[in-house]
Each structure stands twice: as C-alpha cells, then as structure tokens.
C-alpha cells in the first residue's frame, strides 16, 4: 500500500522529493519522478531496484511491464524536459528513441506493448508504439488532472 508514510519512506532512501508514483502493468514494480531523475521499485518485496539522476525534474514516469522502455515527461520545480514533451527511453541503451511534442501540457501517458496513450487536458493522442505513428485523436472534456 503506498500511503503518505510510505511515500515520505521512499523520500528518505531517495533524498529527492518525489513528483509522481505509478504502477506498471502487473503491478509488480513502480516507478517514481522525482527532482533528479526516476527511481524504479520492486513492489514484494520492496526493493529499489535502479535509478537514474539525469538532473532534472521528471513529472510523469511510466514503465512498459518490466522492460527497459520507460516514458517520461518532465515535471518539478526545474524540469529535465519540456511539460508539453513525451521522451521514451531505452535503459538498456541509457538514450531516448523517440520523442513526442504536443502543444499544451502532457496530464498523463500509458503504455501498451503496442501503443502509447498521451492524456491533455482536453484529447487523448493514440500512438503506433513501433514507428511512432499518430493513431487517433480524440476530443475529451475538460481533464486537468489526466485521470485515464
């Protein structure tokens, strides 16, 4: 369970304060943005498994099951990349291979083996995760937290 302990725990082992917590897929990892990077954490038994400081402030952090593809968004009070900007990144070759750019703030992002999800404020965007490709654009109603 991760409650408001168990979050200013991660903090303390971390010593960065951390900008969002996600769940992959099984739900058998999470992956935390903080001020310096992204931190990924086996759930049972709980372990931080690596990190990445890449000075700068990571907002949204989401993993692809238990690979090394990992989708970021900038995020905190001195962010590593543009609000507006997904960047997926490959871990096993320390680089991003793809790059997303949108006109108003990323709220969001999930992923599928075969697709990338990106949730603003007011449209989702539908991602061919192979090529990179624009599936879909769907309007939405107003959405400021990107709840999906």
Not at 74 to 85: C, D, H, I, V
Not at 119 to 147: H, M, Q, W
Request: charged share 20%; with cysteine.
């Amino acid at each position: 369970e991760l409650s408001l302990e168990n979050i200013k725990m991660i903090e303390t082992i971390t010593k960065s304060p951390i900008n969002s917590i996600s769940f992959n897929q099984d739900q058998t990892c999470f992956s935390c943005g903080t001020e310096k990077g992204f931190q990924i954490h086996n759930v049972y038994p709980h372990r931080l498994t690596f990190e990445r400081n890449f000075g700068g402030g990571l907002g949204i952090v989401e993993m692809l099951f238990k690979s090394n593809v990992i989708a970021l968004a900038g995020g905190g009070t001195n962010p590593k990349y543009p609000l507006n900007k997904v960047m997926i990144w490959d871990d096993h070759q320390t680089k991003c291979i793809g790059e997303l750019s949108f006109k108003t703030p990323v709220k969001a992002i999930r992923l599928r083996k075969d697709n990338i999800v990106v949730i603003l404020e007011s449209r989702i965007y539908l991602y061919c995760f192979a090529d990179f490709k624009l599936i879909d654009v769907i309007e939405t109603f107003e959405n400021p937290k990107g709840l999906c």
